[in-house]
């Protein structure tokens, strides 16, 4: 990915200069090399400071609804997840395409910090790709390690290494590996476990949660103008954070991205608590799967799962 | 008073007077339950009081009656939000909680031997009547006294009784009141306060002026008062910004490093002038 | 509070759920009597509401099912908006349904104030109106149907009769005598057949069906399917021609099969219109490519193989539904044989066979050979009555029909014999009784009661095994003939058609009225009307009588040019929505539609894409709210708010 | 002699302190170490760099019960209620016990005081855990915080060979010594050199970042452009303010049971956009500029202006957990690299 | 947080389940009323909150039922197919198909929440679903899912 920096220069570069684009949302260098940042650039000088690797995890997509008042035409580097979530958008009617000027990013996987800083805490210098592994390469030395065990979940059954749509790619289209089946190991492990147990689990992340709303800031499919969290009447949700309070919001969360969720793991991955968010999201988009036939690789649909039904759906409830 | 200033104090509403044509401004006569805090409450005019709904939640509401007449608090409020809304539901007898003073009061030690100058716009002439009262209550200690005073429409006139029977009777006092549009039965002047203002154009010499309002029509009566002469200091307005404690610490009411509910909401003009434009 | 006599007080210490009612927030008053609904019991609640300035009202009653509508009425009286008013049902939730007063006086208590805490978030509502398209569908062509339809025109009003076979007339043409007159069906429909034919408000669609149903009460937006008939009825003059000459036979259906007609053919003699109609499936021309004799022959020109089936899209402002009724499949009673046994008939099949125009010109000849029957069965209570094999309800008809039958028998043949097997004779109509005295009396028909156990063939005979209840023996009467009362039961595409056009049928699939007392011919649905025995088993009389109750309501209808709608519909905050469309799909009227609005952010005016309801299309139902996951959708009368607190007051 | 809690005996340590004391304490939940209360000894953890939350949570807890109510026969029934218990937190690292006297200031200052978190603050001992390997997100020496101060603790613990060197610092250390004094063994160790050796540490981030003269140039950088250059990639969640062992602003919010109920004061964040928005719908902080600018203004400048002293000790919660980098370091290098002019920028 | 619930030691010897019922109005309610008219009796456990259609049920009321301390929630509607505005219940279907696996998978016991198709003309029905459910969350015991109380 870091090879492409230099073709993504010139080309928001150009962008900017032929007012293409009123400004372009990239990635700049963090804190470090695991941690690159979202960037704002409004003029070609800036481009300079642009910076791209295998850890730029942010889909920058979402960062369109803040500009949704103005006319101004929006650049955004958008790999193929952060395509759907930018698809999510589209098909909720919160972003116009033509105020969208999509600039495609092929990418075979981010690799996720967290796993990656329990092997280098600190000192990556950088990540190194060699077919099924890969060489973390640190200050103190090198740690090669299998590729898949420290990637992003969602990359792992990533249906589009390249995004679905675009005004510009950059480089050339990669090579969609096997696609593989959606994981839903971890659901079915928890749905395996006594009520009791589940209860405890559910119970233990909830109460650690700080309801920060991170994952729903942060989420393509939360994209309400208002959120039904932040009004306050009807009141659905207190500010007080007992138990179940907790629970009214990561049921409701899980409830309103149903069908809608693109699968793309941020909410989990912005958690600072480390709330398994996903196993929420993807307990629904198995059930839908497995109950309407909406595979999650098809999210967003035309028209959303819980949008519509058929007359032969299940009915257990005589 | 509790120790704890966060704990309201129960009080009755006596008596709620509708001002407005609509009813979207009451004014609430409140008696604390505790006789001793009846008594021994004590405010200054421009200070602000927590009113409680039990089960809603509170809101900051200037206080309107003044201090120079005991026995009870006066509290007018607009409808505009889920308090106020609640607020508007109850009924006289009805109980409600009330903790305070808060903020800083109008400077009236320095307002003394002045031609004072009050300018006014619909509700924002609550905090206002709280002052005028207390310089009518005095009224040997101050100068002559012009308020001036507009709102939307007549029948969203608030004080109407005080504005044109009781205000007018003092010694040298003139009420001028106009509206943004009248009426089939409005014989009085028509239009927007800033000029209305410099019509009259009350002098500045030896005068200070007390202005309250929606935003709006401070930004424009403070240039006019500015073209009418007025220095930074001698005009004198009040802030109003989101507030939940009262008391410095949830810090939501800071202009910079300044606390709208303790170091305001009175500000002279020219102390606005530091304060960075976050208001 | 309702005492509702002692039907809520003698199980709800209404003492005690005062006690508890007064100390709610915002109560003021509470007061109780006998009868809530009575005129003293309203002019206390306008009383009430004048005395302490009340600005919301709660009547803890019956259902609100039952007396919403009541009460809205006496708050309006005292001139507060009709919405500001709750029902508690503490009489059908409660008090009928819990014995003991320590269960049932919490239990009111709870629902108070609920009901209570939804009251005080409810806000006025004013309806508005919708313009009301005059013209009116009448769905069946049967005695009901053209009874609606010629009230409905005479009153002034656009009809248009839609009958899915060829002709009108329906089971009433069937019938051979009518009861209790016995005067001849036929002739006294035949008349009205015509006068609905020539009425020139009435459009007579026949061999055609109703494909979709959109739109609401004044505005149906309706699809008929006009079926190929090949037969152009502009052109056609009903000369016979072609029915006489063609070659290709098919059983009569309008004889219950016991005749035969043509492929090209009308159902019987005075068909309306006199126009036939070509059955594809039996015609040579369709199934062998070759013949077209009708074609050649047709003096007019009017058979038209390559007509298609044509969709005829068309606006009402009501509709009214008399689809009929089937007869019951008998073929489930193996004691009767299973169907198998030819000379085990209906009592439709008896009416074909004593008709002057049925199969047998009249003559009563059985099926099997053709054999004039000398001893005749006739067993009541087929597939009615009978919860383990038909349907638990009574038919209503079969009594008097039998009896009719019975009674055509003897009269026709004196030297038959008629044996009715019966478990009751019930006769509550005008001359019904009369009429049944007649039968025994002056007919001689012999009346068993019991119930039938067996029939099995014995020669050329029946024997029928049964039992005589009053004489305690067993019976066993051998039969030349045995004619069932089937049940009348729902159409088999009732359900389908009750869903097309939405409104609600009942377990056995027969269209459910609004109320079972005092909406019976209105559907649940604003606009729909029911008559005939599409509702349930009905006789000619109370069919008839039904089919111009159901005109009048739609002549009320129409009397209005506009109607006001209901004000409890979907609305938008359009602060709120994003515009993000997810409740457009859950619309089962399509009523919310896009809009753009403008709004000023900061300095500058931007627009915005919001959600929009069309108050004349949304029924209210609320879909839509639960598809708002930011909440900007609310249902007027049962908002989020409302709901929410009234959840919450319960579960105190 | 110094007192030492040999390694072995933290988990007696900590039983007998439950005798007398309810226990917070870290421990490890599903990959994150967080402070909770625990009644399990063999959970607690000392391996950690900090706890994700902060012990702040359990001074001004996100929730807390002010007063219940109670409305009956027309008369209405204030009962204030305030936290009642004797509690230890076991295990602050140095950055967040330099928190503590932060709020205190806060809650503590002018004409009122806050009684929830002072009578939280009265019945609690804090018992600080000093840091051995300071982190990459480590900047407590900007703050003049080593890992190795103890102010705020009641009494400190210094990692030490084997065992713990214990400190006492306060009477409620004092006590909590006393009544873990059969363990606590003296041994000859000095405790100014084992205190000199954690204050000598490195903390390399903090030693290269410098906070002087940060609050003077912030003077004159209300309207500077680097608010606007900072505040686009904020995902507006409350992340930083939450886990900050420094913010400390709130709401009230009043939970209603029929005619009972209690007011809650809970926490909240300047970073959400209802933060300020009034009911009207004005809102001063309309946007996430002047959103993040009051953050920082306030931990940088205001904040001192009004006690002298910066609201930030340097934990690294913010680097460690922002998701957008939207963090200290980073707004400090960025005012220190900027002008001082004041660039007057209209949007 | 530790506080107290005011009064508590609720034991579940006097204690009753306390069941919310979502009834739309065509359908199940007049199930119900049908039930009262026909004097079938049933446990007085269920309170009946009317709403136009099953249809109009946010899972959201739902779950504030129980975390206001409801120990069960039925949700009634028309059965499918039959529904007064044609479509709502099947909207409904979907939902809570999905809402009783995610609740039974954060493990909240499903007996606690049901969904049941009884049409007007099923007050017997209507009275052996009440029956049904009450009894599951009687053997349940109390779902003690309203936490803020403690903190009250």
Redesign the interface.
């Known amino acids: 990915m870091k090879e492409k920096l230099s073709e993504l220069k010139e080309t928001v570069a150009r962008l900017l200069k032929d007012r293409t684009v009123d400004f372009f949302i990239a990635y700049q260098a963090g804190h470090s090399q695991v941690e690159p940042i979202p960037f704002f650039l409004t003029t070609a000088e800036h481009v300079e400071n642009l910076f791209l690797n295998n850890f730029c995890a942010h889909n920058l997509s979402k960062y369109l609804l803040d500009y949704l008042a103005g006319d101004e035409v929006v650049g955004v580097l958008a790999k193929g997840c952060d395509l759907r979530a930018l698809k999510r958008l589209l098909t909720d009617h919160r972003v116009e395409r033509g105020r969208v000027f999509v600039v495609g990013l092929p990418c075979i996987g981010i690799y996720d910090r967290k796993k990656v800083q329990e092997v280098y805490p600190a000192g990556l210098v950088e990540v190194v790709e060699e077919g099924e592994e890969v060489i973390l390469r640190g200050e103190t030395g090198d740690k090669r390690v299998p590729r898949k065990e420290y990637l992003l979940p969602r990359c792992l059954t990533c249906p589009d290494h390249n995004p679905e749509f675009y005004d510009l790619l950059l480089g050339e289209k990669v090579a969609n590996g096997p696609l593989a089946e959606e994981d839903y190991s971890d659901v079915r492990a928890l749905e395996e476990w006594a009520p009791g147990e589940r209860r405890r689990y559910w119970t233990r992340q909830f109460e650690r949660c700080l309801r920060c709303y991170a994952c729903r800031n942060v989420c393509p499919a939360c994209n309400c103008r208002v959120c039904c969290f932040d009004v306050a009447e009807p009141r659905w949700l207190g500010k007080g954070t007992s138990l179940d309070e907790q629970e009214m919001f990561h049921f409701t969360r899980a409830m309103h991205v149903a069908g809608r969720c693109t699968g793309c793991g941020e909410c989990e991955r912005v958690c600072p608590v480390n709330i398994p968010l996903m196993k929420l999201n993807k307990k629904l988009a198995k059930d839908i799967g497995a109950l309407f036939h909406v595979p999650q690789a098809e999210i967003p649909t035309e028209v959303e799962p819980l949008g519509q039904f058929r007359l032969g759906d299940p009915d257990e409830f005589n | 008073m509790?120790?704890?200033?966060?704990?309201?104090?129960?009080a009755t509403i006596t008596k709620i007077t509708s001002e407005t044509g609509s009813g979207d401004v009451k004014t609430f006569r409140v008696v604390f339950?505790d006789p001793s805090l009846a008594e021994g409450f004590t405010y200054r005019s421009g200070q602000c009081a927590m009113l409680?709904v039990?089960?809603?939640?509170?809101?900051m509401i200037s206080i309107t009656s003044t201090p120079t007449r005991p026995g009870f608090l006066e509290f007018s409020v607009k409808k505009?939000?889920?308090?106020?809304d609640a607020l508007h539901?109850a009924?006289e007898?009805d109980?409600i909680?009330l903790r305070g003073p808060y903020g800083n009061c109008f400077p009236l030690e320095k307002m003394k031997g002045k031609n004072l100058v009050f300018v006014g716009g619909g509700i924002g002439l609550a905090p206002l009547r709280s002052l005028i009262n207390n310089v009518l209550d005095n009224r040997k200690e101050y100068g002559r006294v012009d308020i001036i005073y507009g709102a939307r429409s007549p029948q969203d006139l608030v004080f109407k009784e005080e504005l044109f029977q009781n205000w007018p009777k003092y010694q040298d006092t003139h009420v001028y009141v106009t509206v943004d549009a009248g009426d089939e039965e409005w014989k009085g002047p028509v239009g927007f306060v800033p000029p209305y203002l410099e019509e009259i154009n009350p002098s500045p010499e030896g005068a200070v002026a007390v202005t309250c309002g929606p935003?709006v029509m401070i930004k424009f009566v403070l240039q006019s008062l500015a073209k009418m002469g007025y220095t930074d200091d001698q005009i004198i307005t009040t802030l109003?910004?989101?507030m939940?404690?009262g008391?410095?610490?949830?810090?939501?009411?800071?202009?910079?490093?300044k606390y709208v509910c303790?170091d305001g909401p009175v500000f002279s003009v020219d102390q606005l002038q530091a304060l960075?434009?976050?208001? | 509070m309702c005492w509702c006599g002692s039907n809520i007080a003698s199980t709800v210490d209404l003492d005690r759920v005062q006690k508890a009612v007064e100390k709610l927030t915002n109560v003021v008053h509470v007061e109780q009597n006998k009868y809530t609904c009575s005129e003293p019991g309203q002019a206390q609640i306008v009383a009430g509401i004048r005395e302490h300035n009340l600005d919301r009202v709660v009547v803890a009653a019956c259902s609100p099912r039952m007396h919403e509508k009541t009460f809205q009425r006496t708050v309006a009286k005292a001139g507060l908006n009709p919405y500001l008013l709750e029902i508690a049902n503490i009489r059908e939730h409660c008090s009928w349904v819990h014995t003991s007063v320590e269960e049932a006086t919490p239990k009111a208590i709870d629902l108070l104030r609920a009901a209570v805490a939804k009251v005080i978030r409810n806000t006025p509502l004013t309806t508005s109106t919708i313009p009301v398209e005059k013209r009116a569908l009448v769905i069946g062509g049967g005695i009901a149907g053209i009874q609606a339809a010629l009230d409905i025109a005479d009153a002034g009003h656009q009809v248009v009769l839609v009958e899915k076979e060829p002709t009108i007339g329906g089971r009433m043409a069937q019938l051979d005598k009518t009861f209790p007159t016995l005067d001849c069906s036929a002739c006294i429909l035949t008349p009205k057949m015509v006068d609905a034919a020539q009425h020139p408000k009435i459009r007579l669609l026949t061999y055609a069906e109703i494909e979709e149903v959109g739109g609401y009460i004044g505005n149906f937006e309706v699809t008929i399917r006009k079926k190929a008939r090949s037969v152009n009825e502009d052109v056609c003059t009903g000369c016979g021609i072609c029915w006489s000459k063609c070659p290709s036979k098919a059983p009569n259906e309008f004889d219950c099969g016991l005749g035969e007609r043509k492929a090209i053919y009308i159902p019987f003699p005075q068909a309306v219109p006199n126009k036939p109609v070509i059955d594809r499936e039996n015609c040579r021309y369709f199934t062998k490519g070759k013949c077209g004799v009708c074609k050649k022959v047709c003096p007019a020109g009017a058979v038209d193989f390559e007509q298609e089936d044509e969709l005829l899209r068309e606006r009402f402002g009501a509709i009214v539904v008399a689809t009929g009724y089937e007869l019951f499949d008998h073929s489930v009673y193996g004691e009767y044989g299973y169907g198998k046994y030819p000379d085990v008939i209906t009592g439709l099949e008896f009416e074909r066979l004593i008709n002057a125009s049925g199969p047998t010109g009249g003559k009563l000849k059985r099926p099997s050979d053709g054999k004039i029957p000398k001893t005749v069965v006739f067993v009541k209570c087929v597939g009615s009555r009978d919860e383990a094999k038909g349907f638990p309800y009574c038919s209503r008809t079969c009594c008097m029909y039998t009896a009719k039958q019975a009674i055509l028998l003897r009269e026709k043949m004196p030297e038959a014999e008629a044996y009715v097997f019966y478990m009751d004779v019930r006769t509550p109509g005008k001359g019904y009784e009369e009429f049944y005295t007649r039968a025994t009396e002056e007919f001689g028909v012999n009346y068993l009661r019991g119930r039938v156990a067996r029939i099995y063939p014995k020669g050329d005979q029946l024997v029928v095994r049964g039992e005589d209840t009053l004489v305690g023996a067993q019976v066993e009467i051998e039969a030349d003939l045995v004619v069932l009362a089937t049940a009348m039961v729902a159409r088999r595409d009732a359900a389908e058609l009750a869903q097309r056009i939405g409104f609600s049928y009942d377990q056995y699939h027969f269209f459910t009225e609004a109320h079972p007392k005092l909406r019976p011919v209105e559907t649940n649905t604003a606009g729909v009307f029911l008559a005939g025995a599409c509702q349930g088993p009905k006789d000619i009389p109370d069919t008839v009588a039904q089919a111009s109750a159901a005109a009048v309501k739609v002549a009320m209808l129409f009397s209005r040019d506009e109607l006001e709608t209901n004000p409890m519909v979907a609305t938008v905050d359009e602060g709120t929505c994003s515009g993000c469309e997810w409740c457009k799909p859950t619309c089962p009227y399509g009523a919310i539609d896009i809009k753009t609005i403008e709004e000023r952010v900061g300095k500058r005016t931007v627009s915005r894409r919001v959600a929009t309801v069309n108050t004349g299309l949304c029924q209210g139902c609320g879909a839509c709210t639960v598809a708002c996951r930011s909440g900007a959708m609310n249902l007027k009368g049962f908002t989020n708010e409302q709901i929410l607190a009234e959840v919450e007051a319960i579960c105190l | 002699m110094t007192k030492v809690l040999p390694q072995g005996k933290l988990k007696d340590f900590l039983k007998d302190t439950m005798d007398k004391y309810s226990l917070v304490a870290p421990v490890r939940e599903d990959g994150v170490v967080v402070l909770k209360p625990t009644a399990d000894p063999e959970a607690v953890v000392t391996d950690y760099l900090n706890t994700v939350t902060s012990p702040k949570d359990f001074f001004f807890p996100q929730t807390e019960r002010m007063f219940r109510f109670q409305k009956t026969e027309g008369k209405i029934r204030v009962e204030e209620t305030t936290w009642q218990g004797k509690r230890v937190i076991f295990g602050v690292r140095p950055c967040d016990l330099g928190s503590l006297e932060l709020i205190d200031r806060v809650f503590q200052e002018g004409e009122y005081e806050e009684t929830y978190y002072l009578a939280r603050r009265e019945n609690t001992t804090v018992v600080g855990l000093a840091c051995s390997s300071p982190g990459p997100t480590c900047f407590c020496t900007t703050f003049g915080i080593t890992p190795g101060s103890p102010e705020g603790a009641d009494l400190m613990l210094y990692p030490d060979g084997e065992g713990f060197v214990v400190e006492v610092l306060t009477e409620k250390g004092e006590a909590l010594a006393q009544q873990t004094e059969t363990l606590l063994e003296d041994q000859d160790v000095d405790l100014a050199e084992v205190k000199g050796r954690f204050e000598g540490l490195k903390v390399p981030l903090g030693d290269h970042l410098s906070v002087d003269g940060v609050a003077a140039k912030l003077d004159g950088m209300f309207e500077h452009p680097v608010w606007a250059e900072l505040s686009p990639r904020c995902l507006g969640c409350g992340i930083c303010t939450y886990l900050c062992p420094t913010c400390h602003c709130f709401g009230m919010t009043d939970e209603v049971r029929g005619d009972q109920g209690v007011r809650l004061r809970c926490w909240d964040s300047c970073q959400f956009s209802d933060f300020t928005r009034m009911a009207g719908g004005h809102n001063p902080r309309p946007t996430k500029k002047e959103r993040v600018r009051q953050r920082f203004m306030h931990k940088l400048n205001y904040y001192v202006h009004r006690f002298g002293r910066y609201l930030c000790t340097g934990c690294g919660r913010c680097l460690e957990k922002c998701p957008v980098g939207l963090t200290m370091v980073h707004v400090i290098e960025k005012v220190n690299d900027s002008g001082t002019r004041e660039v007057a920028v209209n949007e | 947080m530790s506080v107290e619930r005011a009064g508590t030691g609720v034991s579940t010897a006097g204690w009753e389940p306390k069941i919310i019922g979502f009834c739309c109005n065509w359908c199940s309610y007049a199930g119900a009323d049908l039930a009262g008219t026909s004097r079938i009796p049933y446990p007085c456990n269920i309170r009946i909150i009317r709403v136009p259609c099953s249809g109009r049920v946010n899972p959201q009321f739902v779950l504030r039922a129980f975390q206001r301390g409801a120990d069960g929630v039925l949700v009634a509607g028309c059965h499918p197919g039959d529904c007064h505005y044609s479509t709502g219940n099947y909207f409904t279907r979907r939902r809570f198909l999905l809402v009783k696996r995610l609740l039974e998978y954060l493990g909240i016991e499903p007996r606690r929440f049901q969904v049941r198709w009884i049409s007007g003309s099923e007050g017997q029905k209507f009275a052996d679903v009440v029956a049904e459910i009450t009894e599951q969350v009687k053997a349940l015991g109390p779902a003690k899912m309203d936490k803020m109380r403690d903190v009250m």
């Open positions: 509790s120790k704890n200033p966060m704990v309201p104090n129960p339950d409680s039990f089960g809603v939640g509170e809101c505009v939000g889920r308090v106020t539901e009924r007898g109980k909680g935003p109003e910004m989101k939940q404690c008391i410095g610490k949830c810090g939501r009411c800071n202009i910079g490093d303790v960075p434009d976050e208001f």
